[in-house]
């Protein structure tokens, strides 16, 4: 029988999750554990859309992150069939790549919005195991680590070459005092593996430079930025994507208002103010969109969901 202090010890082992397999077997085992012990189950008053968990007093009452009930499996069964339909799949989007869309009953797969939804379950369980914890900072580091390798082993397994990278580029000018910038690349993909020269100046024309974060939250400002330095102190266009999870996040209590609010942590006018002033970043794909994304005709020409990026945008990017 599986406990909440297995799960957690799961989520901070550093050699697991190095397959899909082991993304889905921490989610139904979570599933499973949720199914058994029924923890409270509290709908936010501030945004009915969002749930959380609260566990028992063996866990100091601790609740979870607020989790998108039309996202989020609650049943163990119905995320194991999700995460077979996903699987298959993946081996057909590998096959068929761009021309995925035209396949028999793909479309009907596509509305079924499952992409979305198998991916942001098998990560929110890692975030609410990771909020079980007497001290969250211990395993925040790590959630975000994992989001990371769930995104690299989705695209490794529909047959792109995909690995993070560490560039260190001299600085112009100062070439010869060994001056350099660091950057530490989440992602870098191609469809075929390259070969990095000194022509190519460390990141080939062929590839795309991949930002996977949990959450734009203090996250923005820099990946713009990173795009506008690669493109400058490269010499040339470095295309970069945005992927994140979501942007909500439990409200802090204030005044007596309930601990079960929810936040945006989208900022849209940065967002906007970025892409006018600095650079236009080439992708921004979101799990769990927020509804202005949708709405405001600015913003939903900026920024799709993650399953607009696996099926199609992925394959044009990789295609320069």
């Keep these: 029988?599986?406990?909440?202090d297995d799960l957690q010890a799961s989520v901070m082992d550093k050699s697991a999750f190095n397959a899909l397999s082991d993304f889905y077997s921490l989610g139904l085992a979570f599933l499973e554990f949720l199914e058994r012990t029924q923890p409270t189950h509290i709908v936010s008053p501030k945004d009915e859309l969002y749930f959380f968990y609260q566990y028992d007093q063996a866990y100091r009452y601790k609740i979870t992150r607020p989790l998108n009930s039309l996202l989020f499996f609650r049943s163990k069964s119905a995320l194991q069939a999700a995460c077979e339909r996903f699987a298959a799949f993946l081996l057909d989007l590998k096959k068929h790549q761009e021309a995925?869309?035209?396949q028999r009953g793909t479309q009907e797969y596509l509305v079924s919005n499952e992409i979305n939804r198998v991916v942001y379950t098998l990560q929110q369980s890692i975030g609410c195991i990771s909020d079980s914890f007497e001290n969250p900072n211990r395993s925040r580091k790590r959630v975000g680590q994992l989001f990371e390798t769930?995104?690299?082993?989705i695209i490794q397994e529909v047959g792109l070459v995909c690995e993070s990278r560490t560039l260190r580029i001299p600085i112009?000018?100062?070439e010869e005092e060994g001056y350099q910038m660091t950057y530490e690349l989440d992602l870098v993909f191609s469809r075929d593996k390259v070969v990095i020269t000194s022509e190519t100046n460390l990141i080939h024309p062929s590839e795309v430079v991949g930002s996977v974060k949990t959450t734009?939250?203090?996250r923005l400002d820099k990946i713009f930025l990173d795009k506008f330095m690669l493109?400058?102190?490269l010499g040339r266009e470095i295309p970069v994507i945005a992927i994140f999870l979501h942007d909500v996040q439990r409200a802090r209590t204030h005044r007596g208002q309930s601990i079960f609010g929810v936040n945006s942590t989208f900022k849209s006018n940065h967002f906007l103010g970025y892409t006018v002033a600095l650079t236009r970043l080439d992708g921004v794909y979101y799990v769990d969109r927020r509804p202005v994304m949708v709405k405001d005709p600015r913003l939903s020409r900026e920024i799709?969901?993650?399953?607009r990026f696996l099926v199609k945008d992925l394959w044009s990017l990789s295609a320069r």
């Design 1 to 4: 029988m599986i406990t909440l």
């Design 100 to 102: 995925i869309s035209e």
């Design 216 to 218: 734009s939250k203090d």
């Design 304 to 307: 799709q969901d993650f399953q």
């Design 231 to 233: 493109t400058q102190l």
């Design 150 to 153: 769930l995104v690299k082993l």
């Design 172 to 174: 112009p000018g100062y």
